[in-house]
């Protein structure tokens, strides 16, 4: 079992990323999936959940997580992000827990 985070990085505010979670060793398609950040010195949050059957659901305005089933990823897509939003971002198997139930995580950083 084995969740990869990917597409993280330095983006100034205002910008633009989408986060991939490429998914291994189970059956994607039959499992809820979140995504959750820890910012430095806080407790990891949970950002948004997206059942098996949703492709594409926004949140909080500003981002949007989806799924490709077909491709066993999840996807985030953050708009408009702000210097608050920097935090390590992991993906997690929603129903799960322990070995290999989250990512490694992908650093975020926003800074002009």
């Known amino acids: 079992v084995q969740l990869v985070e990917s597409g993280g990085g330095l983006v100034q505010p205002g910008g633009s990323l989408r986060l991939s979670c490429a998914a291994s060793g189970f059956t994607f398609s039959n499992e809820p999936m979140s995504w959750y950040r820890q910012a430095p010195g806080e407790g990891r949050e949970l950002i948004a959940t997206?059942?098996?059957?949703t492709s594409s659901r926004s949140v909080e305005g500003r981002f949007t997580i989806s799924r490709d089933n077909a491709k066993n990823t999840m996807y985030l897509r953050m708009d408009s992000l702000k210097p608050e939003d920097t935090a390590v971002y992991y993906c997690?198997?929603?129903?799960?827990?322990?070995?290999?139930?989250w990512g490694q995580g992908t650093q975020v950083t926003v800074s002009s």
């Open positions: 997690k198997r929603t129903l799960a827990s322990g070995f290999g139930s």
């Open positions: 997206i059942s098996p059957t």
